[in-house]
């Protein structure tokens, strides 16, 4: 069974389906009952993880820089610090958590964006111990519009089945797996069904391969019902 989620499951594949990256947002504030539903699960998603992810709320100083206007972000003042350990499986760990926490951010009426480069590190407001690093962020609010569908890969261009029809769910999770969000939207990654259609593995190439990967394997899991092999989260658990 996939790992534990902070989300509504009776809402997973409502919200895989309308999530799509926000780069424009609104001046409400993120408060209240949001605000305090988002800490929750950031705590339990670094409890789970050994991460330490960190939520900023009404911060604008990280997004102020040209590098945001390049790449099109407006009035961004709240976010996601992806601050996770160095070595080891910190980034895939950080790709499924953060996903997750993307996830309940859409169930909770917010929109977001995963962010690698256009922001300012310097500016980040967050804590970074010695031996971590900060991986990147997810921009969060109340989008100017929901934003639009990015073009998707078909499901055979991301799996290996051996030639063999798919099972209804792995089916289902690569369905979830294409709409995951990737650096450059490239979708560099592969799920591989063992030939006795019992056991997923996946892996991922090129730009934020890692961080990526746990992503997909997020969408996988939660929409297959079904855990990946060999996966970060997989290792964590053991």
């Known amino acids: ?6 989300l509504d499951e009776s809402r997973i594949d409502e919200a895989i389906a309308a999530r799509h990256s926000v780069r424009q947002f609104t001046s409400k504030p993120i408060e209240g009952a949001v605000r305090e539903r988002l800490e929750g699960a950031v ?17 604008a100083e990280a997004f102020s820089s040209f590098l945001s206007h390049y ?9 996601l610090a992806l601050v996770a350990p160095k070595d080891g499986d910190g980034a895939e ?4 958590y953060g996903e997750q926490l993307v996830l309940l951010a859409q169930q909770l009426g917010l929109n977001s964006c995963w962010v690698g480069g256009t922001f ?14 900060l991986l990147g ?12 569908p990015s073009k998707s890969k078909g499901i055979s261009e991301l799996c290996a089945t051996h030639g063999f029809a798919m099972p209804d769910w792995f089916q289902r999770g690569m369905e979830a ?3 995951a969000p990737t650096a450059f939207n490239r979708q560099r990654f592969v799920f591989t069904l063992s030939k006795d259609q019992t056991e997923v593995t996946a892996s991922s190439a090129g730009a934020m391969a890692a961080v990526n990967l746990g992503i997909a394997e997020c969408h996988f899991e939660l929409a297959s019902g079904h855990s990946v ?5 997989e290792r964590r658990k053991a």
Do not use: W
């Open 1 to 6: 069974m996939p790992h534990s989620s902070i």
């Open 71 to 79: 790449g099109k972000f407006d009035n961004v003042r709240n976010y």
């Open 229 to 233: 092999s060999g996966s970060a989260m």
């Open 43 to 59: 705590a339990s998603v670094n409890e789970q993880g050994g991460l330490n992810i960190q939520l900023a709320c009404d911060e």
């Open 177 to 179: 797996a294409r709409l």
């Open 137 to 148: 962020t997810i921009a969060l609010g109340y989008g100017i519009s929901q934003g639009t």
């Open 93 to 96: 760990l950080c790709g499924y």
């Open 120 to 133: 300012s590190k310097r500016k980040t407001r967050c804590a970074v111990a010695k031996g971590q690093r």
